[in-house]
C-alpha cells in the first residue's frame, strides 16, 4: 500500500501565546514547533498499515523551510520519504488555498490512502483533508478512530468518533481520505536508529508556482485581529499560598456558593 | 432580488437539534441587523413533523427537501444536494451548527462550491459596511476575528452555545418542498454499523459534585491524590480526553463532546486547561473551580473561583480543608 501523510508543522503544545505588535498574529520568533497531535497520530495509523501490508508511507506538507524539522521527525517514526510544498512568506492561509496545492501535488502521484489529521492546533478550521477528498474526487471520513484497509479488495473501513460516546463504522472504497482523530493509539518513539537513518531519507521540495495553483483566485480566509479571549465572565481568582487560597475557596464555597 | 441567509437544520428523532437551533436564532439576529431574509433549510425523508415545529418561528420560509436518499445522512448525498442549492439560490450566508456531522459536510460542500468556510464561530462583528467572524484558535487559547474574501455563499459553522435556541422568535412560517433527483447520485461510503461505546459505563450525569482531572496531574501515579479530595467531597472522578487518551482512566469517565454531558452542583476543575470540547460538557456546572498552572487557560473564562498553581500543591492543602471543615 502508498499512503500519503498530511503533515502540519503548528507551536508546541504548551506554548503560551503572545500577540505581535501588529495585533493580527502571534510572536513566533521564540516559540518551538512539532508536528500537528493529530498529524502525528495519523501517520502512526500509516506505519501500523505499512507494517501490515509493506508498501510506502510519504509525508506531505505545506510550510515554510522550518517545517522540515517536523517532518525529519516524521521520517525518524519510519516514513519513507517527504515532498514539502513551500510557502515561504505564510501565502497560504486559507484550508482551500492549502488543500489546492496539495491535491495538485498528488495528482501526479499514486495512492491507496491519504491519511490528514481532523484538525490543526493553530487555526484548527478541520477543513483541509476533507476538502483534499473533494478536490481529489475521492471518498471521505472524518474524526477516525480506527483504520482497517483490505488492499486486495481494494475497501477501507473506518471507525468514526461520534458526539456523546456513539460510534459508526463505515466502509469505502480505496483510494480514500481519512482525517485522523488525536489519542487513538500510542505514538512509537524514534529509535536513534531512526533518527539517523532519516537524514538520509529524501525530503523534496515543491515551489509553490511549479503547484500551478492561482492563489489569489481562491476565496481567502484571513485574520485581522487575535486576541486574548475577554468572556466578561473571569473567574474570581484567589491569591496567595496553598492554606492561603483553599482557606479562601472553602470559605466561598460554604458561604457564597453554597455547593459544600 | 432580497439578499438571504439559509440556515440548515439537522435533527434527530423527528425533533430539530438544539445547535441547529442555536444556528437558526443566530440566523434570526444577523437577518434582523442586515435586512436580510432568512431561510430554513431541512433535508431528510418523512420530514412532516419536523417541518411543523420549524413553522412556528419567524422565517420567510422553510424549505424542505424530502428524499429517500437523504434518510440518514451521507456525504455524497447531502454534498450534491446541498450544492445544487446552494448553487442556484445564491444565498449569502449559509449556517449550520459546528457538529461533528458538519465536520464532515461543509468542507467538502465548500470545496465542490469553491466558496469559503468559516468554522467553529462563536460570533460575528460588523462594521463598515463588513463583517468578521469570531472563532477560536490555538488550542481555545487566543480568539480571532476572521474577514473572508470569496464569492457568495459563504458557509459559517457555528459552536454550540454561540447563540441561545430560547432567543428564537415565534413567528408562522411558509413551507416550500423542493424536489431533488439523486438517482444519478452513486454513495460510496457505506455506514456498517452505529454503536455506543461506553457499555457498563459510570453516570456522571447524575453526580452532585465531580471532581474534573487533566493532564496537568502530569502522570497516572498522581491520580489517588484527586480521588482522595473526590472522597472528602463525596465525589465522582471525571477525565478531559488526554487523560483517557492516555489510559489513565477509562474513556467512560470522559466530559466534553465525545464524553459525557454534566451538570453537577460543584465541578472542581483540577489541571484541565479548557479546550472547548471538555468546556462543552461541563460549562453549565452550578460552580465551577479551576485549578491551573497556567493563568491565562480558557478554563477560567467559565469558572466561578480560579487558584493559579500547581495541582499537585493546592488539591492535597484542599483535601486537607475540607476533611477539616467536615469533621467540626
Not at chain 1, 121 to 144: F, K, N, R, S, W
Not at chain 2, 127 to 144: H, P, W
Amino acid at each position: 500500500m502508498k499512503i500519503f501523510v498530511c503533515l502540519k508543522e503548528v507551536p508546541s503544545r504548551d506554548t503560551r501565546y503572545e500577540v505581535s505588535p501588529q495585533g493580527d498574529w502571534i510572536k513566533e520568533a521564540d516559540l518551538s514547533f512539532e508536528i500537528n497531535e493529530c498529524d502525528e497520530y495519523a501517520l502512526e495509523e500509516a506505519l501500523k498499515l505499512q507494517e501490515k501490508f509493506g508498501g510506502e508511507v510519504i509525508l506531505l506538507t505545506v510550510g515554510s523551510e522550518r517545517a522540515e524539522k517536523s517532518m525529519r521527525k516524521g521520517l525518524a517514526m519510519g516514513a519513507d520519504r517527504g515532498i514539502l510544498i513551500e510557502d515561504p512568506n505564510r501565502q497560504l492561509i486559507s484550508p482551500l488555498a492549502i488543500a489546492s496545492v496539495m491535491a495538485e501535488t498528488l495528482k501526479k502521484e499514486q495512492y491507496d490512502l491519504i491519511l490528514a489529521g481532523t484538525q490543526s492546533d493553530d487555526y484548527g478550521y478541520a477543513q483541509t483533508g476533507v476538502m483534499l477528498a473533494e478536490l481529489l474526487g475521492l471518498p471521505h471520513a472524518t474524526i477516525v478512530m480506527e483504520v482497517a484497509a483490505d488492499p486486495q479488495g481494494a475497501k477501507v473501513t473506518a471507525l468514526r468518533e461520534m458526539e456523546s460516546g456513539w460510534f459508526q463504522r463505515v466502509q469505502m472504497p480505496m483510494p480514500a481520505v481519512l482525517t485522523i482523530q488525536a489519542g487513538i493509539s500510542h505514538i512509537r518513539f524514534t529509535s536513534l536508529k531512526g533518527i539517523m537513518a532519516a537524514k538520509r531519507k529524501e525530503i523534496r521540495k515543491v515551489r509553490l508556482e511549479e503547484t500551478g495553483v492561482d492563489v489569489s483566485a481562491l476565496p481567502a480566509l484571513e485574520v485581522s485581529r487575535l486576541y486574548l479571549p475577554d468572556t466578561g465572565k473571569k473567574a474570581e481568582m484567589l491569591q496567595g499560598d496553598p492554606e492561603t487560597v483553599v482557606a479562601q475557596l472553602v470559605d466561598k464555597l460554604r458561604k457564597e456558593a453554597r455547593v459544600i | 432580488m432580497a439578499e438571504k441567509i439559509y440556515v440548515l437544520i439537522d435533527h434527530a428523532n423527528n425533533r430539530p437539534r438544539n445547535s441547529s437551533l442555536e444556528a437558526l436564532a443566530m440566523g434570526q439576529k444577523m437577518a434582523s441587523e442586515t435586512g436580510m431574509e432568512i431561510h430554513g433549510l431541512i433535508l431528510g425523508a418523512d420530514l412532516g413533523s419536523v417541518t411543523e415545529q420549524l413553522s412556528r418561528y419567524e422565517l420567510a420560509s422553510i424549505i424542505v427537501v424530502e428524499n429517500p436518499s437523504l434518510r440518514e445522512y451521507n456525504p455524497d448525498m447531502y454534498v450534491h444536494a446541498l450544492a445544487e442549492i446552494l448553487a442556484s439560490d445564491r444565498p449569502n450566508l449559509f449556517l449550520l451548527a459546528h457538529t461533528y456531522q458538519a465536520i464532515d459536510l461543509a468542507p467538502r460542500l465548500a470545496a465542490r462550491l469553491r466558496t469559503a468556510l468559516i468554522t467553529d464561530c462563536i460570533g460575528y462583528k460588523t462594521g463598515d459596511g463588513s463583517i468578521s467572524f469570531v472563532r477560536q484558535m490555538f488550542r481555545s487559547k487566543l480568539n480571532a476575528d476572521v474577514t473572508v474574501k470569496s464569492n457568495h455563499p459563504w458557509l459559517v459553522s457555528l459552536q454550540a452555545g454561540a447563540a441561545s435556541a430560547d432567543t428564537l422568535r415565534p413567528g408562522n412560517a411558509p413551507t416550500v418542498a423542493r424536489p431533488i433527483d439523486l438517482s444519478a447520485v452513486a454513495s460510496r461510503r457505506q455506514t456498517i454499523e452505529t454503536i455506543e461505546a461506553t457499555k457498563g459505563k459510570v453516570d456522571l450525569t447524575r453526580a452532585e459534585i465531580i471532581v474534573g482531572v487533566g493532564r496537568g496531574i502530569k502522570k497516572q501515579d498522581n491520580l489517588p491524590i484527586l480521588q482522595e479530595l473526590a472522597d472528602a467531597l463525596g465525589a465522582e472522578i471525571g477525565a478531559s480526553r488526554p487523560v483517557v487518551d492516555n489510559e489513565w482512566l477509562g474513556r467512560e469517565r470522559q466530559i466534553g463532546s465525545s464524553g459525557q454531558t454534566v451538570t453537577p452542583k460543584l465541578y472542581v476543575a483540577c489541571g484541565i486547561s479548557g479546550a472547548i470540547q471538555h468546556i462543552v460538557g461541563m460549562k453549565n456546572s452550578g460552580c465551577i473551580v479551576a485549578i491551573n498552572s497556567d493563568p491565562n487557560a480558557p478554563i477560567f473564562n467559565v469558572a466561578n473561583y480560579g487558584i493559579v498553581g500547581d495541582v499537585l500543591e493546592v488539591v492535597p492543602a484542599l483535601t486537607k480543608k475540607i476533611k477539616q471543615e467536615r469533621a467540626t
